[in-house]
């Protein structure tokens, strides 16, 4: 209850049976048009291959990155965009989440509603109670509790409780253990083995809700294994994986989830504690529904970031040439970085993962194909520059500070294309 308290967890039969049967229909469709794929990420420097296969489905032009790898979402259909999927069972699959990522949006904030009620009656309580025991110490201490509680107890307004809780995507995973040829022990409590290892999710709004939905595709083994007396977890059923973060003194929670199960790690619970995935004995599908920190990760904010360096560029009106506005150190520095983020963070990524996308849709391909003419514009700024603090005549001090953020930059590049050529 201390502990864990933040953790909420709804048994299957909580949920609508339409929604169940759409949800799981649309896992089964995915996988049967090889819509998952195993992520390569890096960690320390070296690359992985996840055991765990993963799609992405959200709002159009949303991306969520973790392990230095960004995904991009196949988009659910959203009224005012055209969205072209590859078969009508695609596109139904991604309508059946959006329509999950709805139920669980509502869930989400009466849940937090309910904590912040519970959370406001035991400060009361509490504070009764200290004012029984002690009326006179309390009159000086008190200032100082309500003060440090009042950021706690004071009732979040709507607006802040849909911030939290409106999910802009889902991270879709899918994993058959008994495909899977070497699967890593949990370290810490003798869990098991592990699916996904302890971790923080990454990119998220801070404070906002994980909303999770489990499918174990369950047999006739795992209903067997179930009647035996087990000590600890069951090895054939899989679970999540809870521990307070940096601490493994204080004991660890599994909870094991059959088919149709959700549960919620609301406020600031992924950050207080880690989780992990612990193996069952059959497949598995899950849908993860996040609120993705979009305040980098969108095709409207990259295409923003272009439109800024672009302002850079001018054309002349008779030749046509291009020149550049300004060479002044902090405007090349800023389209230098936008050059970077462009194509490391947008370009590169995308095709890296292949054509991985057209399984479901093409429609990240437009925005792609104005993103490299967007890059090649930025090359084209990168050789007005270096051509400009060629010649002589420049002031020497600007012409000196402009090469220093410039070449630090340039430098950067180099050194991420040699990373990537090698990947």
């Not at 994986?241 to 660890?252: F, Q, R, S, Y």
Request: with cysteine.
């Amino acid at each position: 209850k201390n502990r864990y308290s933040k953790l909420i967890f709804r048994k299957s039969d909580t949920v609508p049976e339409e929604l169940h049967q759409m949800v799981q229909e649309s896992f089964l469709t995915l996988r049967e048009h090889n819509c998952f794929f195993q992520d390569l990420v890096r960690i320390k420097g070296k690359d992985f291959l996840t055991p765990v296969s993963r799609i992405l489905i959200g709002n159009p032009g949303c991306t969520y990155k973790y392990l230095n790898t960004r995904l991009f979402t196949v988009p659910w259909p959203t009224e005012g965009y055209d969205i072209k999927y590859c078969s009508p069972q695609i596109h139904d699959a991604c309508k059946a989440l959006m329509r999950l990522n709805d139920y669980l949006h509502i869930e989400a904030v009466k849940a937090l509603q309910g904590q912040n009620l519970f959370e406001t009656k035991e400060i009361k309580d509490t504070t009764v109670i200290d004012r029984e025991q002690s009326f006179a110490s309390s009159l000086t201490e008190q200032g100082s509790v309500s003060k440090d509680q009042s950021s706690v107890c004071i009732p979040e307004d709507d607006r802040s409780l849909k911030n939290r809780t409106s999910y802009n995507l889902t991270l879709l995973n899918y994993m058959d253990p008994l495909q899977v040829m070497y699967l890593k022990q949990e370290p810490y409590f003798g869990m098991g083995n592990m699916a996904v290892s302890w971790h923080h999710d990454e990119n998220l709004v801070e404070r906002s809700t994980v909303a999770v939905y489990s499918y174990s595709c369950e047999d006739s083994a795992v209903e067997e294994s179930n009647e035996q007396e087990l000590k600890g977890r069951d090895p054939a059923v899989w679970h999540v994986g809870l521990k307070v973060a940096w601490d493994i003194e204080t004991p660890g929670l599994a909870v094991p989830l059959h088919q149709g199960d959700i549960y919620l790690m609301l406020d600031d619970l992924n950050m207080t504690h880690q989780h992990c995935v612990l193996a069952g004995l059959s497949p598995r599908f899950s849908s993860t529904h996040r609120v993705a920190d979009s305040s980098r990760g969108t095709l409207e904010y990259i295409l923003g970031r272009c439109e800024v360096a672009l302002q850079n560029l001018q054309t002349d009106s008779e030749s046509m040439a291009l020149s550049l506005k300004s060479l002044e150190a902090a405007v090349v520095k800023e389209v230098e970085e936008i050059h970077n983020e462009v194509e490391f963070e947008w370009l590169r990524q995308f095709w890296f993962q292949g054509k991985r996308y057209l399984k479901c849709t093409d429609w990240w391909l437009k925005p792609m194909a104005k993103l490299e003419e967007f890059w090649r514009k930025l090359e084209i700024m990168t050789s007005l520059v270096l051509t400009e603090v060629r010649k002589e005549q420049q002031i020497q001090e600007q012409r000196n500070e402009t090469i220093g953020c410039f070449l630090l930059l340039l430098k950067e590049r180099q050194k991420l294309r040699k990373e990537w050529t090698a990947r």
